[in-house]
């Protein structure tokens, strides 16, 4: 029997790769541009699978609704699952898989990407050349060699981005709830989290979002870093808190910020709002920074990581389909 899935939030892309690698005979997938949240809900209606990435709002009255509907799988084409109230979810019987990892190394490397902009300012140096402008003036940087770069959260891609910094010659600190022995014999040093803060010149989020993670960075965190600090933050927006970083960033204790992700991306992200009036002072104030770096949630953007999600997300949806075991089901 085929299984009907109503995709949500689709970009072209996501259908390319759909249709690419879908035997149509078993899955039926159905694009919709919209994000889903509660004022969506119903186009849901009539499919037996739902298909969402980070920014869709899965809360509570929305998984009710969902249940009500007749939803019975919930599949995430991401690895993060912060956005979807689990415990309703499994008090109405929808089951919840997802895509564990799909590239750490995409994420990784975009985290490497966003320290060395930042840091020798190559965007600008494009544009000034460009111009016919080949003056050095405020494009002086820093090395990365011999720098401590404090990691928070060493999981899939915590780890592959200490290897990275390693390998950029660094000194690499970690804080995780759960020390890597195999990271400790790579030399990566554990520390508890308050030294992490004091003795990094770069900090790199990569711990999801939840309860005890949110608002990690804020006044009283970042009291606590080195003057000048680099924060990088390819996580989740909620990490961090935007007033009290716009507060860092004036009183000139944080040097660079680099973001892919953004406490209230869902309403901008992954859409081209080039000719609209974007009323979100907060990124319209970050934006204002010249030592501000935001990219839109595009860490996991490789030809490798789009066909990791496919491959990964069809084969959760055919576990299902076959009634096997969901060996990414989240519980
Ligand atoms: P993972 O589950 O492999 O690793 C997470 C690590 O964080 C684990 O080692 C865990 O012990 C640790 N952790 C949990 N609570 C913590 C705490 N309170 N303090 C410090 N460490 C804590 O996850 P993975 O695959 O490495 O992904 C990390 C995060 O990256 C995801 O939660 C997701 O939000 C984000 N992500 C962002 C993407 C992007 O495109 N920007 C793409 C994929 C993931």
Redesign the pocket.
Known sequence: MKVKIAVFNTKPYDQEYFDRYTNKEELQFTYFDSPLNRDTVNLAAGYEVICVF?NDTLDRTTVEQLAEMGIKLIALR???Y?NVDLDAAREKGIRVVRV???S?E??AE?ALALILTLNRKTHKAYNRVREGNFSLNKLMGFNLHGKTVGV????????TFCGIMQGMGCRVIA????P?EELKARGVEFKE?EAVFRESDIISL?????P??WH?INRDSLSKMKDGIMIIN???GGLINTQDILKGLADKKIGFLGI??YEQEENLFFKDMSEMIIEDDLILRLNSYPNVLITS?????TREAMEEITLTTIGNITEYREGRALTNELT
């Open positions: 980070v991401c690895a993060g912060n564990p990892a799909y750490p995409a994420v975009h928070i959260g060493t999981g899939k891609i915590g780890a804080f995780d709830l759960y890597s989290l990569h711990c999801p979002l939840n005890e993670t990690m390819t996580s989740r892919d992700v949630h595009q860490a996991y953007f």
